[in-house]
Antibody, heavy 119, light 110 residues
Framework: QVQLVQSGAEVKRPGASVKVSCKAS????????IHWVRQAPGQGLEWMGV????????TFAQNFQGRVTMTKDTSTSTVYMELSSLRSEDTAVYYC????????????WGQGTLVTVSS | QSALTQPRSVSGSPGQSVTISCTGT?????????VSWYQQHPGKAPKLMIY???KRPSGVPDRFSGSKSGNTASLTISGLQAEDEADYYC??????????FGTGTKVTVL
């Protein structure tokens, strides 16, 4: 069955970076884009960006450009999202979600990773 | 990209219908027939309920339906049930791989 399994919770200091992983299984890794979405405590969903697992293409939301990096390891079917220069407002649950090439909706989501930024 | 506008909350009694609006611009909702809706229960990941404006994935009850007119999309839940109490988010394609979410709506079953 399709699974997106994310890495565990993280606690970081302001100014640090965090790298969250999303391991895909149960489908052809290169046929689906992986998006990242975050949700601050008590707040709504915020789209961060997307990576094309079959190439090197990435697109980021304006709010995160210059601070976010998305990479992939095709050999392990894993996508990584790294966010730098963390501040308290980055405290949130970070989700990965897949979108089939040629479609426009998130059909499977990871379980979420809580990132807490605190001094 | 600004978030799409949704009402903060809607409510209804069991068996009633509720409709959630999702207002964007001609650059997102109005420009593409690629609006999707997600249900989120507390502490859980979002779940796809509607895609491409009005299509239901397998396993989603047919009491959930979607539509769009101009820059506003809508999700209707007919025959409201207790398990429908959750947060709902719309999401629109906005060109060049970009997505934009709605502000979210809390549905309360009275």
């Amino acid at each position: 069955q399709v699974q997106l399994v994310q890495s565990g919770a993280e606690v970081k200091r302001p100014g640090a970076s965090v790298k969250v992983s999303c391991k895909a299984s149960g489908y052809t890794f290169t046929s689906y884009y992986i998006h990242w979405v975050r949700q601050a405590p008590g707040q709504g969903l915020e789209w961060m960006g997307v990576i094309n697992p079959s190439g090197d293409g990435t697109t980021f939301a304006q709010n995160f450009q210059g601070r976010v990096t998305m990479t992939k390891d095709t050999s392990t079917s894993t996508v990584y999202m790294e966010l730098s220069s963390l501040r308290s407002e980055d405290t949130a649950v970070y989700y990965c979600a897949r979108v089939r090439s040629g479609s426009y909706y998130f059909d499977y989501w990871g379980q979420g990773t809580l990132v807490t930024v605190s001094s | 990209q600004s978030a799409l506008t949704q009402p903060r909350s809607v409510s209804g009694s069991p068996g009633q219908s509720v409709t959630i609006s999702c207002t964007g611009t001609s650059s997102d909702v109005g420009g593409y027939n690629y609006v999707s809706w997600y249900q989120q229960h507390p502490g859980k990941a979002p779940k796809l309920m509607i895609y491409d404006v009005n299509k239901r994935p397998s396993g989603v009850p047919d009491r959930f339906s979607g539509s769009k007119s101009g820059n506003t999309a809508s999700l209707t839940i007919s025959g409201l049930q207790a398990e429908d109490e959750a947060d709902y988010y719309c999401c629109s394609y906005a060109g060049s791989y970009i997505r934009v979410f709605g502000t979210g709506t809390k549905v309360t079953v009275l």
